[in-house]
């Protein structure tokens, strides 16, 4: 059974840093884009940043771009979410995704994800 587990949420005040990660199990990471989504109260799900299944293309919401980066490592089976200069806008439950297809390109439609984590709550007070 395939499990994502996200951790490293936390408070930060705007101009901070933080890293999530996101811990899957049951299955390699190799060969499977990845996603990180996330969810302000009153909002939907939204798509925040992904990586391409051999690890070598990486895609970002542009409200992210230039102060995200995501990142793999597949001897850990681990995908990070580094977070750079935060926002108070950037508070949110993030979630991290895998899909249950291989070699996908689909890396924003939340859709063609099957295993989602319970989600790390991020604040980034003002």
């Known amino acids: 059974q395939v499990q994502v587990v996200e951790s490293g949420g936390g408070l930060v005040q705007a101009g901070e840093s933080l890293r999530l990660s996101c811990a899957a199990s049951g299955r390699t990471i190799s060969g499977y884009v990845m996603g990180w989504f996330r969810q302000a109260p009153g909002k939907e799900r939204e798509f925040v940043a992904g990586i391409s299944w051999n690890g070598y293309n990486t895609y970002y919401d542009d409200s992210v771009k230039g102060r995200f980066t995501i990142s793999s490592d597949s001897a850990k089976n681990t995908v990070y979410l580094q977070m750079n200069s935060m926002r108070p806008e950037d508070t949110a439950v993030y979630y991290c995704?895998?899909?249950?297809?291989?070699?996908?390109?689909?890396?924003?439609?939340?859709?063609?994800?099957?295993?989602w984590g319970q989600g790390t709550q991020v604040t980034v007070s003002s």
């Open positions: 995704a895998a899909p249950a297809v291989r070699y996908s390109s689909a890396y924003s439609d939340r859709s063609s994800y099957s295993y």
